[in-house]
Protein backbone atom coordinates (compact mmCIF):
# COMPACT_ATOMS: atom_id res chain seq x y z
CA UNK A 1 0.00 0.00 0.00
CA UNK A 2 1.29 3.37 -0.94
CA UNK A 3 -0.10 6.20 1.39
CA UNK A 4 -0.30 10.17 -0.16
CA UNK A 5 -1.21 12.97 2.21
CA UNK A 6 -2.08 16.31 0.60
CA UNK A 7 -2.27 19.39 3.03
CA UNK A 8 -2.43 22.83 4.19
CA UNK A 9 -5.50 23.91 1.53
CA UNK A 10 -9.07 24.83 2.27
CA UNK A 11 -11.38 22.12 1.46
CA UNK A 12 -13.98 22.38 -0.83
CA UNK A 13 -15.75 18.50 -0.70
CA UNK A 14 -18.30 19.12 -3.73
CA UNK A 15 -21.40 18.67 -1.36
CA UNK A 16 -21.89 22.00 -1.59
CA UNK A 17 -21.41 22.22 2.26
CA UNK A 18 -18.77 25.08 4.13
CA UNK A 19 -15.37 24.77 3.33
CA UNK A 20 -13.07 23.37 5.63
CA UNK A 21 -9.59 25.69 5.81
CA UNK A 22 -6.47 24.26 7.17
CA UNK A 23 -7.83 20.46 6.20
CA UNK A 24 -6.15 17.78 5.10
CA UNK A 25 -6.82 14.24 2.40
CA UNK A 26 -5.25 10.89 2.85
CA UNK A 27 -5.33 8.81 -0.02
CA UNK A 28 -4.40 4.91 0.15
CA UNK A 29 -3.42 3.82 -3.88
CA UNK A 30 -6.39 5.11 -5.77
CA UNK A 31 -8.99 5.63 -3.45
CA UNK A 32 -9.28 8.57 -0.89
CA UNK A 33 -9.60 7.03 2.62
CA UNK A 34 -9.92 10.17 5.18
CA UNK A 35 -10.60 13.75 4.44
CA UNK A 36 -11.36 16.81 7.35
CA UNK A 37 -9.26 19.14 8.52
CA UNK A 38 -5.83 18.19 9.51
CA UNK A 39 -6.19 18.66 12.93
CA UNK A 40 -7.88 15.92 13.40
CA UNK A 41 -6.10 13.56 10.62
CA UNK A 42 -5.24 9.87 12.04
CA UNK A 43 -2.03 9.30 9.84
CA UNK A 44 -0.92 5.84 9.23
CA UNK A 45 2.24 4.75 10.99
CA UNK A 46 4.12 4.18 7.75
CA UNK A 47 6.03 6.17 5.61
CA UNK A 48 3.88 8.38 3.09
CA UNK A 49 4.40 10.76 0.65
CA UNK A 50 3.16 14.94 0.88
CA UNK A 51 1.78 17.20 -1.20
CA UNK A 52 1.74 20.48 0.13
CA UNK A 53 -1.34 22.41 -1.25
CA UNK A 54 0.73 25.51 -0.16
CA UNK A 55 -2.47 27.20 0.71
CA UNK A 56 -4.18 26.28 -2.48
CA UNK A 57 -8.12 24.69 -2.41
CA UNK A 58 -8.44 21.48 -2.91
CA UNK A 59 -11.38 20.42 -5.27
CA UNK A 60 -12.92 16.91 -6.60
CA UNK A 61 -11.48 16.41 -9.89
CA UNK A 62 -13.84 18.44 -12.34
CA UNK A 63 -16.71 16.96 -14.62
CA UNK A 64 -17.28 18.16 -18.06
CA UNK A 65 -20.72 16.22 -19.12
CA UNK A 66 -21.13 16.68 -22.74
CA UNK A 67 -17.60 17.11 -24.52
CA UNK A 68 -16.21 16.00 -28.33
CA UNK A 69 -12.89 14.35 -28.07
CA UNK A 70 -12.47 13.66 -31.88
CA UNK A 71 -12.83 16.89 -33.36
CA UNK A 72 -11.85 20.92 -32.13
CA UNK A 73 -12.97 23.97 -34.51
CA UNK A 74 -15.64 23.69 -36.64
CA UNK A 75 -13.57 24.29 -40.14
CA UNK A 76 -15.21 23.03 -43.33
CA UNK A 77 -12.22 23.27 -45.77
CA UNK A 78 -9.71 21.82 -43.37
CA UNK A 79 -11.98 19.20 -41.67
CA UNK A 80 -12.62 18.08 -45.85
CA UNK A 81 -9.01 18.00 -46.16
CA UNK A 82 -7.54 16.30 -43.00
CA UNK A 83 -6.51 12.62 -43.33
CA UNK A 84 -9.32 10.48 -41.62
CA UNK A 85 -6.17 9.12 -38.85
CA UNK A 86 -4.69 12.50 -38.07
CA UNK A 87 -7.88 13.18 -35.73
CA UNK A 88 -7.06 10.28 -33.88
CA UNK A 89 -3.70 12.06 -32.98
CA UNK A 90 -4.58 15.11 -32.61
CA UNK A 91 -7.04 14.07 -29.96
CA UNK A 92 -4.40 13.02 -27.38
CA UNK A 93 -3.72 17.26 -27.57
CA UNK A 94 -7.24 17.73 -27.34
CA UNK A 95 -7.48 14.83 -23.55
CA UNK A 96 -4.22 16.41 -22.78
CA UNK A 97 -5.37 20.30 -22.53
CA UNK A 98 -8.90 18.92 -20.61
CA UNK A 99 -6.99 17.25 -18.18
CA UNK A 100 -4.58 20.21 -17.50
CA UNK A 101 -7.86 22.77 -16.98
CA UNK A 102 -8.51 20.90 -13.95
CA UNK A 103 -10.91 18.33 -15.63
CA UNK A 104 -10.56 14.60 -14.69
CA UNK A 105 -13.97 12.57 -16.33
CA UNK A 106 -16.03 13.33 -19.22
CA UNK A 107 -19.05 12.37 -21.16
CA UNK A 108 -18.37 12.58 -24.68
CA UNK A 109 -21.38 13.14 -26.51
CA UNK A 110 -19.87 11.99 -29.96
CA UNK A 111 -16.92 10.95 -31.94
CA UNK A 112 -14.79 8.94 -29.70
CA UNK A 113 -14.90 5.19 -29.88
CA UNK A 114 -13.99 2.37 -27.57
CA UNK A 115 -10.29 2.65 -28.54
CA UNK A 116 -9.58 6.00 -27.71
CA UNK A 117 -11.17 4.97 -24.10
CA UNK A 118 -8.99 2.08 -23.96
CA UNK A 119 -5.88 4.18 -25.04
CA UNK A 120 -6.07 6.32 -22.09
CA UNK A 121 -7.61 3.08 -19.87
CA UNK A 122 -4.44 1.53 -20.17
CA UNK A 123 -2.16 4.36 -20.10
CA UNK A 124 -1.00 4.78 -23.62
CA UNK A 125 -2.05 8.60 -23.20
CA UNK A 126 -2.81 11.22 -21.36
CA UNK A 127 -6.95 11.96 -20.79
CA UNK A 128 -10.25 12.10 -18.48
CA UNK A 129 -11.83 9.18 -17.56
CA UNK A 130 -14.53 8.52 -20.43
CA UNK A 131 -18.13 7.58 -20.48
CA UNK A 132 -18.78 7.12 -24.19
CA UNK A 133 -21.42 7.44 -26.59
CA UNK A 134 -19.81 6.46 -29.70
CA UNK A 135 -21.87 8.23 -32.18
CA UNK A 136 -24.91 10.40 -31.87
CA UNK A 137 -28.16 8.75 -33.47
CA UNK A 138 -30.30 11.69 -35.72
CA UNK A 139 -32.64 11.23 -38.45
CA UNK A 140 -32.44 11.83 -42.14
CA UNK A 141 -32.22 15.49 -42.54
CA UNK A 142 -31.54 16.13 -38.93
CA UNK A 143 -28.57 17.44 -37.16
CA UNK A 144 -26.16 14.66 -37.55
CA UNK A 145 -26.93 14.47 -41.30
CA UNK A 146 -23.70 16.37 -42.78
CA UNK A 147 -25.82 16.35 -46.39
CA UNK A 148 -24.95 20.04 -48.20
CA UNK A 149 -26.99 21.45 -50.91
CA UNK A 150 -23.88 20.77 -53.37
CA UNK A 151 -24.39 17.13 -52.60
CA UNK A 152 -21.05 16.92 -50.39
CA UNK A 153 -21.07 15.94 -46.96
CA UNK A 154 -18.88 16.64 -43.55
CA UNK A 155 -20.49 13.86 -41.28
CA UNK A 156 -18.90 15.16 -37.47
CA UNK A 157 -18.88 11.45 -37.14
CA UNK A 158 -18.43 9.54 -39.99
CA UNK A 159 -18.44 5.95 -39.91
CA UNK A 160 -15.77 3.47 -39.61
CA UNK A 161 -15.05 0.21 -37.72
CA UNK A 162 -15.54 0.62 -34.24
CA UNK A 163 -18.19 3.84 -34.83
CA UNK A 164 -21.65 3.17 -37.06
CA UNK A 165 -23.33 5.58 -38.68
CA UNK A 166 -26.00 7.62 -36.58
CA UNK A 167 -28.75 7.92 -39.63
CA UNK A 168 -31.75 6.03 -38.47
CA UNK A 169 -35.42 6.90 -39.68
CA UNK A 170 -38.63 4.61 -38.28
CA UNK A 171 -38.86 2.36 -35.61
CA UNK A 172 -37.26 -0.73 -36.51
CA UNK A 173 -34.26 1.23 -37.84
CA UNK A 174 -34.01 3.19 -34.69
CA UNK A 175 -34.36 -0.05 -32.76
CA UNK A 176 -31.53 -1.79 -34.36
CA UNK A 177 -28.91 1.53 -34.34
CA UNK A 178 -29.28 1.37 -30.58
CA UNK A 179 -28.41 -1.98 -30.58
CA UNK A 180 -25.29 -1.25 -33.14
CA UNK A 181 -23.96 1.74 -30.65
CA UNK A 182 -24.48 -0.59 -27.57
CA UNK A 183 -22.22 -3.41 -29.78
CA UNK A 184 -19.36 -1.36 -30.55
CA UNK A 185 -19.17 -0.41 -26.64
CA UNK A 186 -21.96 2.88 -25.93
CA UNK A 187 -21.87 3.44 -22.09
CA UNK A 188 -24.83 6.35 -22.81
CA UNK A 189 -26.82 6.46 -26.03
CA UNK A 190 -26.79 9.93 -27.69
CA UNK A 191 -29.56 10.78 -30.04
CA UNK A 192 -30.86 14.27 -31.40
CA UNK A 193 -34.47 15.24 -30.58
CA UNK A 194 -34.09 18.29 -32.51
CA UNK A 195 -32.22 20.53 -34.88
CA UNK A 196 -29.24 22.75 -34.05
CA UNK A 197 -27.15 25.51 -34.71
CA UNK A 198 -24.64 23.43 -36.76
CA UNK A 199 -26.33 21.19 -38.79
CA UNK A 200 -26.44 22.66 -42.59
CA UNK A 201 -30.30 21.60 -43.55
CA UNK A 202 -32.30 22.44 -40.26
CA UNK A 203 -32.86 24.57 -37.56
CA UNK A 204 -33.06 24.18 -33.46
CA UNK A 205 -36.81 24.64 -32.92
CA UNK A 206 -37.25 21.60 -35.54
CA UNK A 207 -38.61 18.74 -33.97
CA UNK A 208 -36.68 14.93 -34.71
CA UNK A 209 -37.98 11.39 -34.12
CA UNK A 210 -41.31 10.53 -33.15
CA UNK A 211 -42.39 9.92 -29.58
CA UNK A 212 -42.73 6.15 -30.86
CA UNK A 213 -39.11 6.03 -32.21
CA UNK A 214 -37.79 7.99 -29.07
CA UNK A 215 -39.47 5.24 -26.56
CA UNK A 216 -37.92 2.79 -28.45
CA UNK A 217 -34.34 3.76 -27.95
CA UNK A 218 -35.40 4.31 -24.60
CA UNK A 219 -36.29 0.98 -24.48
CA UNK A 220 -33.85 -0.95 -25.93
CA UNK A 221 -31.03 0.99 -24.06
CA UNK A 222 -32.21 -0.10 -20.48
CA UNK A 223 -33.59 -3.94 -21.76
CA UNK A 224 -30.15 -4.48 -22.78
CA UNK A 225 -27.85 -2.93 -19.95
CA UNK A 226 -29.78 -0.39 -18.35
CA UNK A 227 -28.05 2.54 -20.06
CA UNK A 228 -29.42 6.31 -20.13
CA UNK A 229 -30.26 7.99 -23.16
CA UNK A 230 -28.63 11.97 -23.49
CA UNK A 231 -30.69 13.97 -25.99
CA UNK A 232 -29.63 17.17 -28.14
CA UNK A 233 -32.74 18.79 -27.47
CA UNK A 234 -33.11 22.65 -28.41
CA UNK A 235 -36.60 23.00 -29.68
CA UNK A 236 -39.68 23.36 -27.08
CA UNK A 237 -41.36 20.28 -28.35
CA UNK A 238 -38.80 17.56 -28.91
CA UNK A 239 -37.15 18.58 -25.52
CA UNK A 240 -41.02 17.52 -23.92
CA UNK A 241 -41.15 14.77 -26.35
CA UNK A 242 -37.75 12.91 -25.48
CA UNK A 243 -38.34 14.03 -21.61
CA UNK A 244 -41.82 12.23 -21.94
CA UNK A 245 -40.38 8.99 -23.09
CA UNK A 246 -37.37 8.95 -20.37
CA UNK A 247 -34.69 10.48 -21.48
CA UNK A 248 -32.31 10.84 -18.82
CA UNK A 249 -30.75 14.52 -20.06
CA UNK A 250 -31.18 17.24 -22.20
CA UNK A 251 -28.19 18.78 -23.45
CA UNK A 252 -28.55 22.52 -24.50
CA UNK A 253 -32.22 23.02 -23.86
CA UNK A 254 -32.12 26.46 -25.76
CA UNK A 255 -36.13 26.98 -26.30
CA UNK A 256 -37.49 25.54 -22.63
CA UNK A 257 -40.70 26.80 -22.26
CA UNK A 258 -42.88 26.22 -18.63
CA UNK A 259 -44.64 22.82 -19.61
CA UNK A 260 -40.71 21.44 -20.59
CA UNK A 261 -39.76 22.91 -17.17
CA UNK A 262 -42.34 21.19 -15.45
CA UNK A 263 -42.08 18.18 -16.73
CA UNK A 264 -38.18 17.95 -16.18
CA UNK A 265 -39.37 18.05 -12.51
CA UNK A 266 -41.71 16.05 -12.70
CA UNK A 267 -39.83 13.29 -14.18
CA UNK A 268 -36.15 14.62 -12.56
CA UNK A 269 -34.53 15.15 -16.10
CA UNK A 270 -30.63 16.27 -15.58
CA UNK A 271 -30.49 19.55 -18.02
CA UNK A 272 -26.87 20.33 -19.59
CA UNK A 273 -26.51 23.63 -20.46
CA UNK A 274 -23.71 24.39 -22.65
CA UNK A 275 -24.28 28.06 -22.63
CA UNK A 276 -20.51 28.66 -24.18
CA UNK A 277 -21.43 26.50 -27.38
CA UNK A 278 -23.28 29.01 -28.92
CA UNK A 279 -20.78 32.04 -27.93
CA UNK A 280 -18.06 30.00 -29.12
CA UNK A 281 -19.81 29.44 -32.67
CA UNK A 282 -19.82 33.49 -32.69
CA UNK A 283 -15.80 33.94 -31.36
CA UNK A 284 -14.72 31.81 -33.93
CA UNK A 285 -16.80 33.39 -36.57
CA UNK A 286 -15.36 36.80 -35.71
CA UNK A 287 -11.59 35.66 -35.06
CA UNK A 288 -11.25 33.12 -37.50
CA UNK A 289 -13.88 33.45 -39.91
CA UNK A 290 -13.96 29.40 -40.24
CA UNK A 291 -17.54 28.54 -38.99
CA UNK A 292 -20.01 28.22 -41.47
CA UNK A 293 -22.92 31.07 -42.35
CA UNK A 294 -25.53 28.64 -41.25
CA UNK A 295 -24.13 28.00 -37.96
CA UNK A 296 -23.23 31.99 -37.05
CA UNK A 297 -26.25 33.03 -37.72
CA UNK A 298 -28.70 30.43 -36.00
CA UNK A 299 -25.78 31.25 -32.71
CA UNK A 300 -26.66 34.82 -32.76
CA UNK A 301 -30.34 33.84 -32.84
CA UNK A 302 -30.32 32.05 -29.85
CA UNK A 303 -27.69 33.14 -27.40
CA UNK A 304 -29.92 35.39 -25.36
CA UNK A 305 -32.87 32.96 -25.64
CA UNK A 306 -30.65 30.00 -24.40
CA UNK A 307 -29.32 31.99 -21.21
CA UNK A 308 -32.58 33.12 -20.28
CA UNK A 309 -33.84 29.77 -20.76
CA UNK A 310 -31.67 28.16 -18.51
CA UNK A 311 -31.94 31.01 -15.85
CA UNK A 312 -35.90 29.91 -15.85
CA UNK A 313 -34.80 25.93 -15.32
CA UNK A 314 -32.43 27.38 -12.52
CA UNK A 315 -34.90 29.31 -10.87
CA UNK A 316 -37.46 26.62 -11.42
CA UNK A 317 -35.38 24.51 -9.59
CA UNK A 318 -34.45 21.73 -11.98
CA UNK A 319 -31.39 19.76 -11.65
CA UNK A 320 -28.22 21.35 -13.91
CA UNK A 321 -24.94 19.16 -14.57
CA UNK A 322 -22.32 21.04 -16.37
CA UNK A 323 -21.35 20.47 -19.92
CA UNK A 324 -19.75 22.90 -22.75
CA UNK A 325 -19.85 21.15 -26.07
CA UNK A 326 -16.20 21.25 -26.00
CA UNK A 327 -14.63 20.64 -29.72
CA UNK A 328 -16.94 23.53 -30.70
CA UNK A 329 -14.33 25.59 -28.69
CA UNK A 330 -11.01 24.56 -28.17
CA UNK A 331 -10.49 21.60 -25.76
CA UNK A 332 -9.15 23.14 -22.53
CA UNK A 333 -11.09 25.89 -22.28
CA UNK A 334 -14.14 24.30 -20.88
CA UNK A 335 -14.52 25.97 -17.30
CA UNK A 336 -15.13 29.52 -19.13
CA UNK A 337 -18.99 27.58 -18.98
CA UNK A 338 -18.58 28.19 -14.92
CA UNK A 339 -18.69 31.67 -15.38
CA UNK A 340 -21.84 32.21 -17.71
CA UNK A 341 -23.83 29.41 -15.21
CA UNK A 342 -22.94 32.54 -12.86
CA UNK A 343 -24.11 34.76 -15.44
CA UNK A 344 -27.46 32.98 -15.27
CA UNK A 345 -28.33 33.26 -11.67
CA UNK A 346 -26.42 30.37 -9.87
CA UNK A 347 -23.87 30.92 -7.46
CA UNK A 348 -20.42 30.18 -7.19
CA UNK A 349 -20.82 27.14 -5.13
CA UNK A 350 -23.88 25.61 -7.01
CA UNK A 351 -21.25 25.86 -10.09
CA UNK A 352 -18.67 23.75 -8.23
CA UNK A 353 -21.29 21.52 -7.17
CA UNK A 354 -23.06 21.35 -10.85
CA UNK A 355 -19.35 20.14 -12.24
CA UNK A 356 -18.43 17.49 -9.08
CA UNK A 357 -21.58 15.80 -7.42
CA UNK A 358 -24.24 16.76 -10.18
CA UNK A 359 -22.27 15.61 -12.96
CA UNK A 360 -21.00 12.43 -11.43
CA UNK A 361 -24.89 11.82 -10.55
CA UNK A 362 -25.52 12.86 -14.34
CA UNK A 363 -23.31 9.98 -15.35
CA UNK A 364 -24.47 7.45 -12.93
CA UNK A 365 -20.46 7.01 -11.38
CA UNK A 366 -21.59 9.42 -8.34
CA UNK A 367 -20.39 5.98 -5.87
CA UNK A 368 -16.67 6.75 -7.49
CA UNK A 369 -16.25 10.44 -8.02
CA UNK A 370 -17.65 13.78 -7.87
CA UNK A 371 -17.02 14.46 -4.15
CA UNK A 372 -13.88 14.31 -1.65
CA UNK A 373 -15.26 11.99 0.46
CA UNK A 374 -13.94 8.17 1.96
CA UNK A 375 -13.91 5.44 -0.19
CA UNK A 376 -14.42 7.56 -3.54
CA UNK A 377 -11.71 7.70 -5.86
CA UNK A 378 -8.75 9.92 -5.90
CA UNK A 379 -9.55 12.76 -7.96
CA UNK A 380 -8.17 16.20 -6.75
CA UNK A 381 -7.99 19.62 -8.13
CA UNK A 382 -5.95 22.36 -6.47
CA UNK A 383 -6.29 25.42 -7.63
CA UNK A 384 -4.56 28.66 -6.60
CA UNK A 385 -7.17 30.64 -6.63
CA UNK A 386 -10.39 30.65 -4.74
CA UNK A 387 -13.11 29.82 -6.84
CA UNK A 388 -15.99 30.89 -4.28
CA UNK A 389 -14.29 34.46 -4.53
CA UNK A 390 -13.89 34.34 -8.02
CA UNK A 391 -15.01 31.50 -10.48
CA UNK A 392 -13.56 32.87 -13.60
CA UNK A 393 -9.77 32.44 -12.39
CA UNK A 394 -10.48 28.55 -12.74
CA UNK A 395 -10.54 29.52 -16.58
CA UNK A 396 -6.62 30.62 -16.16
CA UNK A 397 -5.40 27.00 -16.52
CA UNK A 398 -1.99 27.80 -15.05
CA UNK A 399 -4.34 28.80 -11.11
CA UNK A 400 -5.04 24.73 -11.93
CA UNK A 401 -1.84 23.82 -9.88
CA UNK A 402 -2.78 20.08 -9.44
CA UNK A 403 -4.82 17.50 -11.26
CA UNK A 404 -4.60 13.92 -10.12
CA UNK A 405 -6.10 11.26 -11.55
CA UNK A 406 -7.38 7.78 -10.06
CA UNK A 407 -4.36 8.64 -7.57
CA UNK A 408 -2.01 9.57 -10.21
CA UNK A 409 -0.51 13.13 -10.29
CA UNK A 410 -0.90 14.35 -14.04
CA UNK A 411 -0.20 17.85 -13.82
CA UNK A 412 2.09 19.67 -11.14
CA UNK A 413 3.21 23.38 -11.33
CA UNK A 414 2.67 24.52 -7.64
Known amino acids: MAYTLIRNGTLIDGNGGKPIPNAAMLIEDNHIRSVGAFSEMRLPDVTFSEIDAKGGFILPGLIDTHVHMMFEDINIPRMMQTPFSLNFYKAIDHMRRTVDAGITTVRDAGGTDMGVKQAVEQGYVVGPRMQISITVLGITGGHTDGWMLSGARLDLFPEYPGNPSGICDGVEEVRKKV ?236
Open 179 to 414: REVLRAGAEVVKICSTGGVLSPTDHPEFTQFSPEELAVIVQEAQYRRGIKVMAHAQGAEGIKNAVRAGIHSIEHGIFLDDEALELMLKHGTYLVPTLLAPVAVVEIAEAKGTMPEYGVRKAKEVIEIHRDSIARAHKAGVTIAMGTDAGVMPHGTNLRELGLMTGIGMSPMEVIVATTRTAAMCLGWQDRVGTLEAGKLADVVISRADPLANIRALEDTRNIALVMKDGKVLKDIR
